[in-house]
């Protein structure tokens, strides 16, 4: 299996870290963080992710400006966004993904079997 390589902005690095240490244990991920939204460009094109899960609400810098930031650079624009957010609640979506205007939203806290189903639905759909 080929490493796929996600990159987690989140302002609590405490989130960072548990999305990190629990993605690498399934095997499959080499996971970075990045806890200041101001330098998730900087980090995603050094890294070259296959993969962003970005929070919504961060200081200074929303999710939203962020991913539009990815979607204009040239070498990011094609890679997924997964937006992680505390403004939805897991009793409101199932504990699912929900879809919103082309963007796939996960509720915190992440169930981590939902967030790898959606992270490897996400990398398919990136191949086709």
Known sequence: MNTKR?????????VTQTLKLSLEATGGYEVHTENDP???????RT???DLVLLDVI???EDGGDVAARL???PLLRDTPVIFLTAILTNSETD?????????LFLAKPVDLGELKKSIEDQLLRKVV
């Open 47 to 49: 890294l070259r992710p």
């Open 6 to 14: 996600i990159l987690v902005v989140d302002d609590d690095a405490s």
């Open 71 to 73: 979607q204009v650079d």
């Open 95 to 103: 504990g699912h993904e929900m879809e919103e205007g082309g963007h």
């Open 58 to 60: 961060m200081p200074r």
């Open 38 to 44: 101001v330098n998730a460009l900087t980090a995603a």
